[in-house]
């Protein structure tokens, strides 16, 4: 069936680093790629999300390419900041399939940024 | 920001007892989900409705767990018998359409089972 796999934290970068969070995926279809962020105490929210292979998605200095040929959607930021302190969840969305209708999520990645 | 509403935040509960949560989609939003997050972070989907109509639900949701989404009234899910295995983060979601739409989600009802 349809499953995301992403980078496993804790991930403790100092401000001003730059940030990569690997994810790839399993699927048969042609799924929507999403970033999702969550804070403490708060329901994920979307970062940003691709449609379309080979086009590339950005928010707030993230950005990641749908490789459709790499079977990936790895997220980048050049320069972190302490407020991007969250976990962040790759996830892919399809119409049908082993997935149904529903989001598959990745493991989350909780990223901590220190000043 | 989605606005999504969740009711309540926080739920106690004991084993045994009923415990039901409330969700408000966005306006305009047909589809409802609901997953629940455990405390690892992993997500389980659990149900999803458009309109009023059950599109897809998992067996778990079949025997303790009911939902619904009246017309005109809050969504709701309610566990029958609380287990201590159903402590968890339970998040509403909403959207456009099924699948590939973006899927906008409420902040949670925290359910802890004692």
């Known amino acids: 069936g349809d499953s995301v796999t992403q980078t496993e934290g804790p991930v403790t970068l100092s401000e001003g680093t730059s940030l990569t969070v690997n994810c790839s995926y399993e699927t048969k279809q042609y799924p929507t790629l999403f970033w999702y962020v969550q804070y403490p105490g708060e329901g994920p929210q979307l970062l940003f999300k691709v449609p379309k292979a080979n086009e590339k998605g950005s928010n707030r200095g993230f950005e990641a390419t749908y490789n459709k040929e790499a079977t990936s959607f790895h997220l980048q930021k050049a320069s972190v900041q302490e407020s991007d302190s969250a976990v962040y969840y790759c996830a892919l969305g399809d119409l049908g399939g082993s997935s149904g209708n529903k989001l598959i999520f990745g493991i989350g990645t909780l990223l901590s940024v220190k000043p | 920001n989605s606005k999504v509403i969740q009711t309540p935040r926080y739920l106690v509960k004991g084993q045994g007892q009923k415990a039901k949560m409330r969700c408000i989609p966005e306006?305009?939003?047909?589809?409802v989900f609901w997953y629940q997050q455990n405390k690892n972070n992993e997500f389980k989907f659990l149900i999803n409705f458009q309109n009023q109509e059950v599109l897809q639900q998992i067996d778990m949701t079949e025997k303790r767990f009911s939902a619904e989404c009246p017309s005109n009234s809050p969504c709701s899910l309610e566990i029958q018998s609380s287990e201590a295995g159903d402590s968890a983060l339970y998040l509403c979601?909403?959207?456009?359409?099924?699948?590939?739409?973006?899927?906008?989600f409420g902040p949670g009802t925290r359910l802890l089972v004692l």
């Open positions: 306006k305009g939003h047909p589809v």
């Open positions: 979601a909403s959207s456009l359409s099924q699948g590939r739409d973006t899927q906008y």
